[in-house]
């Protein structure tokens, strides 16, 4: 949470000023009104937790975030991976609903809710963006629901690797900075079940590996082929 992070942590970064930073957060911080602030997280540590008030928006400067459901057993459920440029945190009712985690070394910029809500009630471009941030967290939920109810273990991470490779690659390799427990969790299952199914896709010439976590994508097409 904020004001636990805040206080708690020796590596939070002194508030931003709001003229350096606002082209950061796109037009919502090109108000008057609007001040955003920066912080960092070290790895595992709690952006905001489940039941806490939603007072902040943010978006991700660097590193990457982790937003979790964790189940009455015990299991986690991860409902998003935010990565740099991400925007995280809006919510329709007044507090949070996941827990928001750093996954490494991560910082964000954040914003006053209230001060977006304000801005909306009299600014139509405000509106239309926090409406376009909602539609889009909408999809998002939708498709990982249909993810999660309707396809089989290689679809899903099938689905996974190529949505990371469009929001990751660079030069043809993406860094994954979730480990396997992570994506098998977002994706609903075991950390067993993805070893496999990425040894599975290797084997098969579809992707190779460079490292613990970076991947390269040989064949997009057949990884396609199977996702749909």
């Not at 904020?2 to 950061?24: D, E, F």
């Not at 801005?119 to 471009?125: E, I, M, N």
């Amino acid at each position: 949470m904020l004001t636990q992070s805040t206080s708690a942590s020796a590596n939070h970064v002194n508030p931003a000023p709001a003229a350096v930073r606002a082209g950061q957060f796109g037009s919502l911080a090109m108000h008057p009104g609007i001040v955003v602030t920066e912080y960092s997280y070290k790895r595992g540590e709690e952006i905001y937790g489940e039941d806490e008030p939603a007072d902040y928006v943010y978006q991700v400067v660097s590193g990457a975030v982790r937003t979790y459901k964790l189940l009455n057993d015990g299991r986690r459920q991860i409902g998003s991976f935010h990565l740099p440029g991400d925007m995280f945190g809006l919510e329709s009712a007044s507090i949070h609903r996941l827990t928001a985690e750093a996954i490494v070394e991560t910082t964000v910029r954040l914003v006053k809710r209230r001060n977006l809500e304000a801005l909306a009630g009299t600014d139509v471009s405000v509106a239309h963006r926090l409406w376009t941030m909602t539609a889009s967290d909408l999809r998002h939920a939708e498709d990982h629901m249909l993810l999660l109810g309707r396809k089989t273990a290689l679809e899903r991470v099938a689905t996974f690797l190529l949505e990371m490779d469009r929001r990751l690659a660079v030069a043809g390799m993406m860094a994954l900075p979730m480990c396997r427990r992570d994506i098998g969790d977002y994706l609903g299952l075991t950390l067993e079940t993805i070893s496999r199914t990425l040894s599975q896709l290797h084997s098969q010439g579809i992707l190779e590996f460079s490292g613990a976590r970076q991947i390269v994508l040989r064949n997009r097409t057949r990884l396609a082929n199977m996702e749909s």
